[in-house]
């Protein structure tokens, strides 16, 4: 690329000079400094956890539902020969002594738990709908020949790599990964796998792991908001802005001002774990009779605060609920405007609720942390705060479904998962309200219905999202399109067996079952949640549905690449915005010619005009002489 | 295919590509700092009295350091300066003067100020046991700590007779050969405040045996290592992390003073920009060392 | 405000009549203030139910009527009116009402007015998670407890309680189980030895995390007699979804037949670990005085020593 540059100082812009320098396969391929590989990258490794983040949580429902019962013959002896006797317990038959099969352990389950939250959030979604799309779709639309720090993109891809090969080593170490929970509080989080190898233990590697992922997430922060601000192709004004790239930006500006203090969080963690310094660990720890939990003193000499751990994580871990749900939004606003044929409902409004949302999303951390001794005030504070944030959120909700308003609306699978994101977030973003408040939390916190609620945010919410991004843009990046049959049945599928699965969580949560039981609480808290305990089993088989309604999906992504219908156009979805412009695929460099923009992003059904849509590349009626002119 | 204004300024926005770049670093970098006081505070407010150590570091040597940064802060903008004037011998010069100051920054970090914690032994003292060593602490008595309203010292250090007794776990005791002047004289009115110079660099007492019994002692006692107390943790942590901020500007810098500068040749405005962004940079790793030197030497 | 009171108990007994909480199966309350917690969230159930149907309807209706095959051509200004502005205005003032009319106070409740001096007659427990159970520490009729430290921890004495304390001559530690009084302000302490436990009593509608190194109060007041499960609300651990333990509301008379069981038992090993203590100090000094006999010269030239420096 040096190279590349230094030829072009002489001869000025030369724009098919991509043409000319075809890199090799390792370049392409696997060290691309092209945004759209790197964010297929994303998008891919997303995927692939994803649907591991997801496969971990279908055995924790075995176990929720069966509690020790033994798996299923081949699953069981798969899922031990992968994982090993850290996370599965050898069962016998007590009379004759002979095998019966292996079931999920207690430790095991919360080893999964941790891994399923934290693969899920920063391994699966962040990737894919932030750096994944932002990544692929951001540069396009705003007429950018690439992303700013096109060397510093594949570095952050790359430290994201390290991350997801640490996480997943750390299931093959001594004990198995990490098994705090995701948000691996302190002092648990401090004293778990003390007895194992200093360094290579699930907790300490879940720490290194996250140190490669934030570092990624802020490298490409800086990238995405450089881009955002700098490359936006000529006439391409703040107010023309489509909607995804204002949601790529503030999420952008969320990770790069609210991951620092995780990051640094994490060092100290990883201080208390490595060198036994006392940062969370406070004095007077009691741990089995002042013996670690392994039969090892403890060596902390005390002072620590464990709540300073939730503070940062928390400062961090709320913006993050808006980093999973942007993007998401702004996917949505996409396929929504394109496939209603008429703008955005609110736009200016939209944005507005965006910064809102943003600058909010800073100061209502400590609602995670209601029952932790607070204090009136403080109380009163974050309250009010979490209350305020629901206002941007209403907008934005509210802008989407006017928009359905007069339009023609086109029902392909991504516009099916686009509208059915709007009644479920909805559903994530009610549930929200009483858990606004202190007292309220006083019964609801942690039980099920919180998983419910956010379960609805990022799930049906982001995840579908997600999908709808998948098979909006997948004609754009491929070349073809994914099937629509299978894309509808997947999207009915996962409808209705997503609903089921989150549904009567709300329910069980309300009846008092709480979260983190590795049998669902038949063994000591029957008394309590017995009524609910059947729930288990079929909110179980939900979940395992679900699980195979993905599959659908998984074969429609990899059979439409070589067998799906080819685009016969560059802009198969007629749709207005500049990531259409360009060919199919995108070369290196995007655009075949410089580009202009001459109006906003969602001018479908413009009245008067002789197609319902105008691209907004495409120069106004009276000055098309003008530019014959130039051409010529 | 050629990325737009990495060189020049956009005109609309007034920023090139790198200058916004290295901004938004540096916040998210004030962030992740502002986290790490953060918890420095946290454990500071935490702290017991006793607990938390003052004079532990050698000021004069630490104000060194400072100035050393401050300098070399000074020539990054001489050189950038140069640069711009296209005077590249004087660059070549103010650079180099810029991360040899960053490398010596290191190498007193190092091989001074670090080591000599290392080396040295502190306990402290369960308060249940602090009356067994009270000839060492010097609390009680009309003359003692408590009367005169400070609080209590519950802390020994100094060298131990053997460093393998402090690890070994079937030991319980450990002998002190030497110890600092604060257990020396410990109700001395000199050592009631924090030194200047830390006692132990002026003379540790030699010859007076102190048998420590472990079970006496807090988790944690042994070499200044972070587990001592949170101090420690705090003060190694901060300063480790700020120690690799200034390696990476030193191996920056090293890299556009020799292979880098060859730039100048086609292209003196991207070299000028490059030293300009690192120079932001630097201004920020010195600019957090303005935070810490006060807050673990002075306060 | 006799007019706010009004509305409020008008509210009271509607959201009785309509309780989507008991429709959702939330347990039953037994607690003074858990009615008005019980209450606030039955309305925000309510509200969330009429925003839900509200969007829901008009989504299903913008779906059909305005699905290609029926709406060939989409109108390019779409929605004209400025309904949502006012609506979305209903929903802020909704949610000012939900926060100051009942969040606020409620919390204020809970945490400013902790019946925590002799004269409130309040049960003053600490409760003390550990992996994987719950200790209680009841101050007993003086209301204070008794001095604790690591060091006075034994088989027995499992909280630490220090037996030559006169504040803990009438404290209780019970494990596994905590006996209250039906109708009597009820404190409870909550705090952890080990790693973060989650406090959960849902028919009292309380719950607190079990911070180790902080000691977290809150207060209720039963209001009915029964036995019901204290619930591990936050991970501790392997053993975290077996860490039930149990509660029981009883009259006066049955509390205090158990009490006096329970003091008998924890003064026992108290008393006896206080006489090892003593014994054990006689013997310190009695060490002590022969090290210094024996080594009086040598401390003497020590102190020379010193003066030299």
């Given at each position: ?46 995927l692939a ?15 929720i ?17 992968i ?6 317990d050898k ?10 099969g ?20 920063f ?5 894919i ?6 990544n ?24 994201f ?24 509080y ?27 992922n ?28 489509p ?6 930006f ?12 995780l ?15 006392s ?6 720890l009691?741990v ?7 039969g090892?003193?403890?060596l902390?000499s005390?002072g620590?605060s464990?709540?300073?751990?939730q ?17 998401g ?14 703008p955005?409902?609110g ?6 609720g ?5 600058f909010?999303?800073f ?19 974050f ?6 944030i ?6 934005l909700?509210?802008?989407?479904l ?10 392909n ?10 009644p ?6 009610l ?16 039980t ?8 609805y ?13 998948v ?14 049959t ?23 949560g309300?009846?008092g ?6 049998d669902?609480g ?26 195979a309604?993905?599959l ?24 207005t ?6 060919p ?9 010619k ?10 479908y ?20 002489p ?7 | 295919?050629e990325i ?15 200058k ?9 970098e004030v962030?992740?700092?502002?986290g ?8 500071r407010?935490?702290?017991e009295?006793?607990?938390w ?8 040597v630490?104000?060194f ?15 950038w300066?140069?640069l ?12 180099f ?10 190498i ?29 602490l ?7 700590r ?17 460093w393998?007794?402090?690890k ?7 002998v002190l050969a ?10 001395s ?18 010859g007076?045996?102190?048998v ?6 807090v988790?944690?006692f042994?070499?200044?290592y ?12 901060i ?6 901020h ?21 292209n ?8 300009e962004?690192?120079?932001l940079f ?18 | ?16 009549y ?10 039953p ?23 839900f149907?509200?969007w ?15 709406h ?8 004209r ?17 939900i ?31 550990y ?38 001559a ?24 080990d790693?973060i ?28 007699t ?10 501790c ?6 860490m ?10 049955d ?11 924890t003064q ?9 203590i003593?014994?054990?100090?006689e ?6 005085a ?11 030239s ?8």
């Amino acid at each position: 690329m040096a190279h590349a540059a230094a030829a072009h100082t002489e001869h000025g812009h030369d724009d098919h000079a991509h043409d000319h320098h075809e890199p090799g396969f390792w370049r392409k391929w696997v060290f691309s400094t092209d945004h759209k590989m790197i964010g297929i990258q994303y998008i891919v490794t997303g995927l692939a956890f994803l649907f591991f983040g997801f496969g971990l949580m279908m055995v924790m429902r075995w176990s929720i539902a069966h509690g020790s019962d033994v798996l299923p013959g081949f699953w069981g002896n798969l899922l031990h020969g992968i994982f090993g006797d850290a996370v599965f317990d050898k069962a016998v038959d007590p009379s004759t002594k002979a095998m019966v099969g292996y079931s999920l352990s207690t430790q095991g389950y919360n080893v999964f738990g941790a891994m399923h939250g934290t693969i899920m959030v920063f391994f699966g979604i962040v990737p894919i709908a932030f750096a994944g799309f932002g990544n692929f779709v951001m540069p396009l639309q705003i007429g950018a020949v690439d992303m700013a720090f096109p060397r510093l993109n594949m570095a952050s891809f790359w430290s994201f790599f390290i991350s997801c090969v640490i996480m997943v080593w750390s299931f093959f170490v001594e004990g198995s990964a990490a098994k705090s929970g995701w948000t691996n509080y302190p002092p648990l989080a401090g004293i778990a796998d003390q007895s194992h190898h200093a360094v290579l233990n699930g907790g300490t590697l879940w720490l290194l792991g996250m140190v490669f992922n934030i570092t990624s997430s802020l490298l490409g922060a800086v990238n995405f908001i450089t881009t955002f601000v700098q490359l936006r192709a000529p006439g391409m004004t703040w107010g023309r802005l489509p909607f995804f790239c204002w949601a790529q930006f503030i999420t952008a500006y969320l990770l790069l001002l609210a991951f620092p203090p995780l990051e640094s969080a994490a060092i100290m963690n990883l201080f208390d774990r490595v060198f036994g310094s006392s940062f969370f660990m406070p004095t007077g720890l009691v741990v089995n009779g002042a013996v670690g939990p392994d039969g090892q003193p403890l060596l902390f000499s005390g002072g620590g605060s464990p709540v300073l751990w939730q503070h940062l994580f928390w400062f961090l871990a709320h913006p993050e609920v808006y980093v999973l749900i942007l993007p998401g939004i702004g996917m949505v606003t996409e396929i929504i405007a394109c496939n209603s044929r008429k703008p955005i409902w609110g736009y200016k409004a939209m944005v507005g609720g965006l910064f809102t949302l943003a600058f909010l999303s800073f100061i209502v951390w400590a609602h995670h942390m209601y029952m932790t001794d607070m204090g009136p005030k403080v109380a009163a504070f974050f309250q009010t705060t979490t209350i305020l944030i629901s206002v941007p959120s209403v907008i934005l909700l509210t802008a989407l479904l006017l928009s359905l308003w007069g339009g023609s609306l086109r029902f392909n699978t991504p516009m099916l998962f686009a509208a059915a994101f709007l009644p479920m977030f909805g559903i994530g973003g009610l549930t929200g309200i009483p858990l606004a408040f202190n007292a309220v939390d006083l019964y609801m916190h942690d039980t099920y219905y919180i998983i419910a609620h956010f379960h609805y945010v990022v799930a049906p919410g982001t995840i579908f999202a997600i999908f709808a991004g998948v098979y909006h843009w997948y004609p754009k990046a491929c070349g073809r399109m994914m099937n629509e049959t299978l894309g509808k049945l997947h999207f009915w599928g996962s409808l209705v067996a997503i609903n089921c699965l989150f549904m009567p969580m709300f329910m069980q949560g309300m009846a008092g079952v709480h979260r983190r039981w590795w049998d669902g609480g038949k063994s000591a808290y029957e008394a309590t949640v017995g009524p609910w305990l059947d729930w288990n089993l079929k909110i179980s088989y939900a979940a395992w549905a679900l699980g195979a309604v993905q599959l659908i999906f998984v074969f429609n992504f990899c059979w439409s690449m070589i067998r799906g219908k080819k685009v016969t156009s560059d802009n198969p979805w007629q749709a207005t915005t500049l990531e259409w412009d360009t060919p199919t695929p995108p070369p290196h460099g995007n655009f075949i010619k410089p580009i202009t923009v001459y109006r906003g992003p969602y001018e479908y059904s413009v009245p008067g005009e002789d197609k319902d849509y105008t691209p907004q590349s495409e120069p106004p009626r009276d000055s098309k002489p003008l530019e014959a002119k130039a051409h010529a | 295919m050629e990325i737009p204004y990495t060189v020049r300024p956009r005109p609309d926005t007034g920023l090139a590509n790198p200058k916004l770049g290295i901004w938004l670093f540096i916040a998210s970098e004030v962030m992740l700092f502002g986290g790490l006081f953060a918890g420095y505070i946290f454990m500071r407010l935490g702290a017991e009295p006793w607990m938390w150590p003052h004079g532990w570091l050698n000021v004069p040597v630490g104000t060194f350091n400072t100035f050393v940064l401050i300098f070399s802060s000074v020539t990054v903008i001489l050189s950038w300066e140069a640069l711009k004037m296209r005077n590249f011998k004087a660059y070549k010069w103010w650079l180099f003067l810029t991360w040899v100051c960053g490398l010596l920054f290191l190498i007193i970090k190092l091989s001074y100020e670090w080591p000599n914690k290392f080396n040295h032994f502190g306990a402290y003292i369960k308060k249940e046991a602090a009356e067994k060593y009270e000839e060492y602490l010097g609390n009680e008595g009309e003359d003692g700590r408590l009367a005169r309203g400070q609080a209590p010292r519950l802390f020994i250090s100094g060298h131990p007779k053997a460093w393998s007794d402090v690890k070994d776990p079937s030991m319980d005791k450990i002998v002190l050969a030497a110890i600092d002047d604060e257990n020396h004289t410990p109700k001395s009115a000199e050592n009631d405040r924090a030194h200047f110079i830390p006692r132990d660099m002026v003379h540790l007492h030699e010859g007076h045996e102190v048998v420590l019994d472990k079970k006496d002692l807090v988790n944690g006692f042994g070499p200044f290592y972070p587990r001592l107390n949170t101090y420690l943790a705090c003060y190694f942590m901060i300063t480790g992390l700020h120690g690799l901020h200034v390696l990476g500007g030193v191996i920056v810098f090293i890299f556009f003073w020799g292979p880098g500068s060859k730039l100048y040749k086609t292209n003196p405005e991207q070299l000028c920009n490059r030293i300009e962004v690192a120079g932001l940079f630097w201004h920020l790793v010195d600019l957090i060392w303005i935070f810490v030197f006060p807050i673990f030497y002075l306060l | 405000m006799p007019n706010q009171k009004n509305a409020e108990m008008t509210l009271a007994a509607l959201s009785d009549y309509f309780d989507l909480n008991k429709l959702m199966g939330m347990l039953p309350n037994h607690s003074e203030h858990g009615k008005e917690i019980d209450h606030m969230l039955n309305f925000c159930h309510w509200f969330m139910l009429a925003l839900f149907v509200g969007w829901g309807s008009f989504f299903l209706v913008s779906v059909f009527r305005f699905r290609k095959s029926r709406h060939p051509k989409a109108d390019y200004h779409g929605v004209r009116t400025h309904l949502s502005t006012h609506l979305e205005v209903g929903v802020v003032i909704i949610e000012a009402v939900i926060l100051l009319g009942f969040a606020l106070p409620l919390w204020g409740k809970r945490v400013n007015e902790i019946p925590d001096n002799e004269k409130d007659g309040a049960l003053k427990i600490r409760a003390i998670g550990y992996q994987f159970g719950w200790n209680f520490h009841y101050a007993g009729p003086d209301g204070k407890f008794g001095r604790q430290h690591i060091r006075f921890i034994t088989g027995s004495n499992v909280l630490g309680l220090d037996p030559t304390d006169p504040d803990g001559a009438d404290d209780v530690v019970a494990t596994g189980t905590m006996h209250l009084v039906n109708h009597k302000a009820t404190v409870t302490r909550v705090s952890s030895k080990d790693v973060i436990h989650g406090f959960a009593l849902h028919q009292m509608r309380i719950q607190q995390d079990a911070i180790p190194g902080t000691e977290a109060p809150q207060w209720f007041r039963p209001v009915s007699t029964g036995e019901w499960q204290i619930i591990c609300a936050q991970l501790c651990g392997a053993g975290h979804s077996g860490m039930a333990a149990k509660y029981i509301v009883e009259e006066q008379k049955d509390f205090d037949v158990w009490y006096k069981e329970q003091l008998e038992a924890t003064q026992r090993y108290l008393q006896k670990q206080k006489g090892e203590i003593e014994k054990q100090a006689e013997a310190d000094k009695a060490e002590l005085a022969k090290k210094a006999a024996e080594h009086g010269s040598e401390h003497g030239s020590g102190h020379g020593e010193k003066k030299e420096h």
